[in-house]
């Protein structure tokens, strides 16, 4: 937890990991309600969703410009969304958490937060047209894969880490996949997205058999929650996943070993 003995080094690394996760919560936003638009997420300005002003740089500092703006547009006064503040502050939350889970900036971090940025971008689709695009879930494979070398860097035995997660990967989603298709006949109707299972496939690679077990069954209670909280019959399930994952990434290993200590 104490990150490291300069108390003013580890304020730097937590107020810059914060800042960070900001940013990246504030792209991540743009970038998911371009997709949900149908528009280029690459290519384009930011603008206002109600008088298509072009933002300046000023008007896109995560969390500060919104609160400076007092929640408005600068150039029409129509009030905006927080959601996109909040979703920048969890963000930065969330970066930091991940810092003082390892107790170190390592390359464990960099690779959790690529993958929570991934999480981000797909719940907030997933929420909004019940869809996880395919880019994502590649995104999180690739970033699963150039990493794998960079785990050697922090101490990690490349052939085990490699093979915890294929049997992660496998043996959850492949689970999942025949239930679901059992469920499918029983109910005569989908019971799990495909985008569902294959996001289970990706982030347990990251997490492996015994942590992406748990993964899957926070995944279900959070998701029974929302279900119980929205009252609604659909729910987005993407989002349920993507919070047990980063649950997991937290208390994961602590939980496992002593759920085996029982034994
Ligand atoms: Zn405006």
Same mark, same amino acid.
């Given at each position: 937890?104490?990150?490291y003995?300069?108390t003013?080094?580890?304020?730097?690394?937590?107020?810059?990991?914060?800042?960070?996760?900001?940013?990246?919560?504030?792209?991540?936003? &743009?970038?998911?309600?371009?997709?949900?638009?149908?528009?280029?997420?690459?290519?384009?300005?930011?603008?206002?969703?109600? =008088?298509?002003?072009?933002?300046?740089?000023?008007?896109?500092?995560p969390?500060?410009? *919104?609160?400076?703006?007092?929640?408005?547009?600068? *150039? =029409?006064?129509?009030k905006?969304?927080?959601?996109?503040?909040w979703?920048?502050?969890?963000?930065?939350?969330?970066?930091?958490g991940?810092?003082?889970?390892?107790?170190?900036?390592?390359?464990?971090?960099?690779?959790?937060?690529?993958?929570? &940025?991934?999480?981000? %971008?797909l719940?907030?689709?997933?929420?909004?047209? *019940?869809?996880?695009?395919?880019?994502?879930?590649? @995104?999180?494979?690739?970033?699963?894969?150039?990493?794998?070398?960079?785990?050697?860097?922090?101490?990690?035995?490349?052939?085990?880490?490699?093979?915890?997660?294929l049997?992660?990967?496998?043996?959850?989603?492949?689970?999942?996949?025949?239930?679901?298709?059992?469920?499918?006949?029983?109910?005569?109707?989908e019971?799990?997205?495909?985008?569902?299972?294959?996001?289970?496939?990706?982030? &347990? +690679?990251?997490?492996?058999?015994?942590?992406?077990?748990? =993964?899957?069954? +926070? @995944?279900?209670?959070?998701?029974?929650?929302?279900?119980?909280?929205?009252?609604?019959?659909?729910?987005?399930?993407?989002?349920?996943?993507?919070?047990?994952?980063?649950?997991?990434?937290?208390? %994961?290993?602590?939980?496992?070993s002593?759920?085996?200590?029982?034994?």
């Amino acid at each position: 937890m104490p990150l490291y003995t300069d108390t003013f080094f580890t304020c730097y690394v937590l107020i810059l990991s914060f800042i960070l996760g900001t940013v990246f919560g504030s792209f991540i936003n &743009c970038m998911a309600s371009r997709i949900v638009a149908g528009e280029n997420w690459l290519k384009g300005r930011s603008h206002c969703d109600a =008088c298509g002003h072009v933002l300046k740089a000023v008007d896109l500092i995560p969390v500060v410009s *919104y609160l400076i703006q007092h929640g408005k547009c600068r *150039y =029409c006064g129509k009030k905006m969304s927080s959601r996109y503040m909040w979703t920048e502050v969890c963000m930065g939350l969330a970066f930091v958490g991940v810092v003082l889970n390892y107790g170190a900036l390592n390359f464990h971090v960099l690779r959790d937060w690529a993958l929570i &940025c991934i999480l981000l %971008g797909l719940s907030l689709v997933d929420l909004e047209t *019940y869809e996880i695009p395919d880019g994502f879930i590649i @995104a999180g494979l690739v970033i699963w894969a150039v990493t794998i070398p960079l785990m050697k860097l922090d101490g990690v035995d490349i052939g085990s880490y490699v093979k915890t997660g294929l049997l992660g990967g496998v043996g959850i989603a492949g689970g999942m996949l025949v239930i679901s298709l059992i469920m499918d006949k029983i109910l005569k109707k989908e019971s799990l997205g495909g985008g569902d299972v294959k996001l289970l496939f990706m982030v &347990c +690679l990251y997490l492996g058999l015994a942590q992406g077990l748990l =993964c899957l069954i +926070l @995944a279900c209670m959070i998701g029974l929650c929302f279900v119980l909280l929205l009252k609604k019959g659909k729910i987005a399930f993407g989002p349920s996943i993507s919070l047990a994952v980063y649950l997991v990434l937290i208390i %994961g290993p602590e939980v496992v070993s002593w759920y085996f200590g029982l034994f």
